[in-house]
């Protein structure tokens, strides 16, 4: 395996490439309370082809999620790792409830009993005997209820079907929550040059927590290929902009993409390109952030994966980029 730049994945001490992928766009289509929630068609040879080139440039952690593709995800993962399961850190996440043959998902459920019926259709769909990181996906309704959760999970690896846990989350108090657990070693939170909640990525700095950095491409904002949403498919969840993709609404991706082009000069000096310097903000923003960025194709993740290289940014051009989206804030 390649030497690339490594991270500690929080309390756990284990030691992971400083980039994984995640694995929600290779679930391909499904819906969500009747909403397309997909990245549209995907080619599952290809998604292999991608995961098992990463293993090979050195990639050790991958983000999927029960609910992603309806469980298709976890089985495509699972596939393209099954025969160096050792080398890998699988981290999955539940909490929503799905139908596997209809592709369709609504609602939720974290009681106690349904975690540990997800935990063991996880484990089956993954090929495996125990998952590294299980993550909270959805939100909890009373600490109380978020308290029992923890149990569970305790309880989980204990029994040795899990490793350590985390929750996927922006709010703070979740966050403080769940670091409460003995076993939780991540909090997973939105991250990228354009968008993050500070508070939470500071609880994880002061309590050793690994930031697991999703949409850390803005969903694809930050490679530059957009402008519009005419390029997507119908069925790209993307289409619909639900509030919290607010890059691709359509009556501000125009701002987003021209905030890109202010960026991109300082972006990818010293010859990376707009993505690999998009990822290495993430790792200069703070020594506990990973980026999971998403993919489908082996080019995509050769990309990714190359902004290891280089590391993060420098700090001059850590300043550049919060002068330009201050001068940016205050134009609009």
């Not at 609602?107 to 909270?136: F, H, K, M, P, W």
């Not at 280089?310 to 609009?332: F, V």
Request: charged share 25%; hydrophobic share 40%.
């Amino acid at each position: 395996m390649n030497t690339v730049m490594k991270r500690t994945l929080g309390r756990s001490g284990l030691e992971v490439s400083a980039i994984g992928l995640g694995c929600w766009a290779i679930g391909g289509k499904f819906t969500l309370d009747g909403q397309p929630d997909g990245w549209g068609a995907v080619d599952d040879k290809e998604s292999i082809r991608a995961i098992q080139r990463s293993l090979d440039l050195g990639v050790t952690l991958f983000d999927t999620a029960d609910v992603y593709g309806c469980g298709h995800s976890e089985r495509v993962l699972g596939r393209a790792v099954a025969s160096r399961r050792h080398e890998v850190i699988i981290a999955t996440k539940f909490g929503f409830l799905f139908d596997e043959a209809t592709r369709q998902a609504t609602g939720s459920n974290v009681s106690s009993e349904y975690i540990r019926s997800a935990c063991e259709a996880s484990l089956r769909r993954l090929g495996t005997d125990y998952i590294d990181l299980y993550q909270l996906h959805c939100g909890i309704s009373s600490r109380a209820e978020g308290e029992e959760v923890i149990t569970t999970l305790e309880e989980l690896v204990h029994a040795g079907k899990i490793r350590f846990y985390g929750a996927s989350t922006d709010d703070p108090e979740l966050a403080a929550l769940f670091a409460q657990g003995p076993h939780c070693t991540v909090i997973q939170q939105q991250r990228n040059v354009f968008d993050g909640n500070d508070e939470v990525l500071a609880f994880c700095e002061a309590q050793g927590l690994a930031a697991l950095c999703r949409s850390p491409l803005a969903m694809g904002m930050l490679t530059g290929k957009y402008r519009s949403n005419a390029g997507l498919a119908e069925d790209d969840f993307r289409r619909r902009a639900p509030s919290w993709c607010a890059y691709f609404q359509a009556d501000q991706i125009h701002r987003w993409a021209a905030l890109v082009d202010a960026l991109r000069e300082v972006l990818t000096a010293d010859g990376r390109t707009l993505v690999q310097g998009a990822l290495a903000w993430i790792w200069a923003r703070s020594s506990m952030t990973i980026p999971i960025p998403g993919f489908k194709t082996v080019e995509q993740v050769e990309e990714n994966v190359a902004a290891l290289h280089y590391g993060p940014l420098p700090e001059d051009q850590m300043r550049q980029i919060d002068e330009l989206l201050e001068r940016a804030k205050e134009a609009r």
